[in-house]
């Protein structure tokens, strides 16, 4: 969990949508058979955009695009569960919620009325290594959306009387959270890994959380947000001098505030078994993973399309496994976890309590069959296809064009990274795949966490790794 909402699909996995190398029973013909192929997955293509740097640091990228007239603005800034301190887990949850209830000039509802009248809803968030705050809007009130978010930024009223509401609201989401298995296991698994670093402390404790004063919030904002932290995108219909004009009018003399603060982890792994009883329980929420390269190394985009054959994709060799042949589980994944010069891979699962262990030796069975052999060229070829495929899809919007965008520069991979990816994708070869799945998804070093009950599972998961009862902190 990170501020009230999950986070361990944060770093989302990109997998099948487009390729036609996977069979299909039909049944007219009771044979599998494969749809004609199709064609050649092409490069993405970035706008052309232009960005600029205030006196005061902040960063801005204007990025003209497409027809429909509408504009997405976000500002993103370079702070979030990263600089919380351990006493004050949420609090940057906390900001991003009280950003929206006023400024010294308008009331949250006032605010909320001038955004609507825009054709805009202002979201804001808090994450792990970023927050982020904005909207789309329609084109011909950028610049006065622009003024609306900067007068947020540099007004911001922190009013004290919402701050019983807002207290409120953290502890009701945590309390539902805590009733998901799945969110338990993700909150668990990555403790587990990073420990007291900001990446393994998930959830505060209750008693801490009701005891954030404005005073706390204030100081966090004012300590982590500024110009030099921030990085504003436009994307869509717009016009570029106007809204040039309104981010130096509103933005310019913002305060620069402090650089970025780097706390790197120092994640660990090792086969064990952590388990979170619950008595009673009819299935096993089941994580299994570990530390792995990062976005900004050379062999990334290989372990990408290596973890989409694996786990990620809806054709993907364990998905196959446990849920078509074996009928373990429902939708089991596997997901690459990235933060900032750090990653972990994972696959998840709800298996029946009665096959937690057979589960286990399925899914280790195709880590290892993957770490041994090679996958043959045409299977590889169907997953890069579905994968290249949907990356183009997802960046086809303003919005996306901004995540990419900010993927790139929080990761620093180089101006040619969007523009080559889908002709690096499709360069992997299948010696490639099986050299990630040995050097990186060893299955020796994988932690495992389970939520379940653990009376019923312990003879199952007895064979792998020492049985560590745990609890969420």
Known sequence: MRGPTMSLKMGTVLFSILGTAFGLDLISSGQKQLPPEGGAPRDFKIPAGRTF??????????VPYGKVPKATIRFIFRTGAIDEPADRIWISSFVADFLKEGTAAKTAKEIAEAAAGMGAEISSNAGTDISSLGG???????????????DMLRNPAFPESEL?????????????????????????????????????????????????????????????FGARRTHLYVAGVFDEKKVEASVRAGLENWRAGAAPAVRLPSPKSKRAVYVLDRPGSVQSTVL???????????????????????????????????R????????????????????????????????TGAALKEIFF???????????????????ANFAGLFVLQNAT?????????????????????????RNVLKVAPADVQRMAKSHLRSKDMTIYIVGDLAKIRGQIAPYGEIVKTDIR
């Open 53 to 62: 740097i205030l006196g005061n640091g902040l960063k801005v990228t204007l």
């Open 136 to 150: 789309t809007v329609l084109s011909e009130f950028v610049s006065e959306f622009i003024a609306l978010l900067a």
């Open 164 to 224: 019983v509401r807002i207290r409120a609201n953290h502890v009701r989401r945590m309390a539902v959270a805590k009733a998901q298995p799945q969110t338990l296991a993700g909150a668990g698994f990555m403790h587990a890994l990073y420990g007291d670093h900001p990446y393994g402390r998930l959830f505060p404790a209750e008693e801490a959380l009701k005891s954030y004063s404005i005073a706390a919030v204030r100081k966090f904002f004012e300590d982590r």
């Open 288 to 322: 299994i993973g570990l530390p792995v390269i990062h976005p900004a190394d050379k062999d990334f985009i290989a372990l990408q399309v290596t973890d989409a054959l694996l786990g990620s994709s809806f054709a993907s060799r364990i998905t196959s496994n446990i």
């Open 324 to 355: 078509e042949d074996k009928g373990y589980t429902y939708a089991p994944s596997s997901a690459l976890q990235t933060h900032y010069r750090d990653a972990a891979w994972y696959e998840q699962a709800d298996v029946s309590t009665e096959v």
């Open 366 to 384: 195709e880590i290892d069959r993957l770490g041994r052999e090679a996958p043959p060229p045409e299977e590889l070829k169907g997953i890069q």
């Open 398 to 422: 303003p919005g996306g064009i901004i995540s990419q965008l900010n993927g790139v520069e929080l990761h620093g991979l180089g101006k040619d990274y969007l523009a080559g990816y889908v």
